[in-house]
């Protein structure tokens, strides 16, 4: 499970920068949220609009209708069985741009711990998304944790590669396969 995540905005990454600033100018009154983004936050998501990937604000979560709070993630596995998302999954997929996510250790310790992608400055999660009372909100995907995090939590964000975005975004053939395939080993440091 995925229930917070970091998008930091050091000044030399060009790529979650330039997120913002395309979101801020689109978007001119989103109180976007950058550093620790937790649920229900406003956050940049990444969608394709006449064939073009361009950056949007949402809330993360979508509404939990049978109880309060909110739904933040989809089990992958299950998302075209759920009515809850299989719209979304079909036509309305998103790419959630981040520098890495947090998972908590399961020990006395409860150590938090952000997992990030080595050598790079930006983990980009899949997501879905709808439309509730007029608002956008998103909810990530996720799927078996692989051997990198699986002594910490049993579950991880579907990772999308830089190169994988447009098939995500576009093709829903692709985007099943990628829910299929396996991710990359990620780094992890204590939070």
């Avoid at 406003?42 to 309060?68: C, H, S, Y």
């Avoid at 299950?78 to 741009?97: W, Y």
């Avoid at 799927?143 to 995090?149: D, F």
Wanted: aromatic share 10%; proline share 6%.
């Amino acid at each position: 499970m995925c229930g917070r995540y970091s998008l930091f905005t050091d000044d030399d990454n060009r790529e979650i920068l330039r997120i913002l600033q395309e979101v801020s100018e689109r978007r001119p009154n989103a109180a976007v949220k950058t550093g620790e983004v937790f649920p229900t936050n406003t956050a940049p998501i990444l969608k394709l609009e006449q064939g073009i990937i361009r950056p949007d604000a949402a809330v993360w979560g979508f509404p939990n209708f049978a109880r309060k709070g909110v739904i933040i993630n989809a089990r992958s596995e299950t998302a075209a069985e759920k009515k809850l998302f299989r719209e979304s999954l079909f036509s309305r997929r998103c790419i959630v741009p981040s520098t890495g996510f947090f998972e908590w250790s399961q020990d006395k310790a409860h150590q938090k711990y952000r997992f990030y992608l080595p050598e790079s400055d930006i983990l980009y999660m899949a997501g879905l998304y709808s439309v509730y009372n007029q608002e956008e909100r998103f909810v990530i995907l996720t799927t078996e944790g692989n051997a990198s995090i699986r002594d910490i939590h049993h579950r991880m964000p579907v990772v999308i590669s830089p190169d994988h975005l447009r098939y995500w975004l576009g093709e829903p053939n692709a985007a099943l396969q990628i829910l299929s395939g396996s991710f990359p080993m990620l780094e992890r440091e204590p939070a």
